[in-house]
């Protein structure tokens, strides 16, 4: 542990933007991703090669790339099949995100396939990279399905034994996709997790959902197991479609602060991260959270 550095994935570019219904400008989602980075985020997840038919919001995801390539982060997309992933690979951005639900039902109604054919295109993705491209799998409904309930550590597991046998060296992220989930949950399902052998060279991810106040204390528990990588959003953009009231992700600001307190240093500056978010959080229409940005005092003493 002590020789541990939380890295932030900002992902506020992708599972934020996308909650927006209103077009954000292409010039103003580029400004935004590279003040990110000038901010110090390690890792940026900019988007999705998706059908601009399905998220429109994503339809501008190569000139996106193609204006962010080159900064010192290192970028991600989410891919959904393999077409998704050579549009990602042609455009520049060699580290891939795919992603599949524990639940069969949140599967089904989030990529419109079952579980088992969701794997049988992981392995179809994983087949068409180059050697030096990057892979994670995304792990949703790892916790809790807004459709199902809770979800069985059993199936989480099985499912994690499953991917790490598809993908020996990719990053598997546990995504706690309605926020429903509790630090001790979290904490044992990533130990257990850790524990097959099959995920020995696997690397580890978190996922959060701030929507009942428990995003920062479910990373830390995850930070606890020994993972040390955690996808935040600026502002706590986002806001899951299944789940009423909520507050999308896990701000990035509320866990460099925790982290920050802690004496772990994560690399970014946190005032410049919190103007970050306040753009962020005037763009018409997005759902904002988090609890720094708001607190009623000289917020430059966060810094």
């Known amino acids: 542990m002590k020789d541990m550095r939380p890295i932030i994935c900002e992902v506020a570019p ?7 219904a209103a077009p954000i400008a292409t010039d103003e989602k580029i ?13 940026v997840e900019i988007g999705s090669f998706v059908s601009p038919r399905a998220v429109p919001q994503m339809a501008d995801m190569a000139e996106i790339a193609a204006a962010v390539r080159g900064t010192p982060a290192r970028l991600s997309a989410l891919v959904p099949n393999v077409r998704g992933a050579e549009n990602a690979l042609a455009a520049g951005i060699d580290e891939l995100v795919y992603v599949f639900s524990v639940s069969e039902a949140h599967n089904r109604n989030n990529v419109r396939q079952g579980v088992d054919q969701s794997l049988e295109g992981l392995a179809q993705v994983a087949a068409a990279l180059p050697g030096e491209a990057r892979l994670r799998v995304a792990v949703a409904t790892a916790f809790d399905c807004p459709f199902e309930g809770t979800v069985p550590q059993a199936a989480v597991i099985e499912a994690v034994r499953r991917v790490a046998v598809l993908v020996p060296g990719a990053e598997i992220a546990l995504c706690d996709t309605t926020g429903r989930a509790n630090p001790f949950v979290v904490g044992e399902r990533f130990r257990a997790a850790m524990a097959l052998p099959e995920t020995a060279a696997n690397g580890w991810a978190f996922h959060g959902h701030d929507t009942y106040g428990q995003g920062v204390a ?11 990588v955690f996808d935040t959003a600026a502002a706590g953009l986002g806001g899951c479609p299944f789940a009423p009231g909520a507050t ?12 920050n307190e802690g004496g772990h240093d994560t690399g970014i500056d946190l005032r410049a991260l919190l103007a970050v978010a306040d753009r962020i959080a005037n763009l ?17 003493a966060f810094g």
């Open 218 to 228: 479910n990373a830390l528990a995850a930070w606890g197991a020994g993972v040390c």
């Open 31 to 43: 400004a935004i991703i590279l003040d990110l980075i000038a901010a110090g985020c390690p890792r």
């Open 248 to 259: 999308g992700n896990t701000a990035t600001e509320d866990l460099v602060f925790a982290f």
């Open 14 to 20: 992708r599972d934020g933007f996308q909650s927006i």
């Open 284 to 300: 018409p229409g997005g759902v904002t959270g988090g609890h720094l940005r708001i607190v009623p005092r000289d917020r430059a």
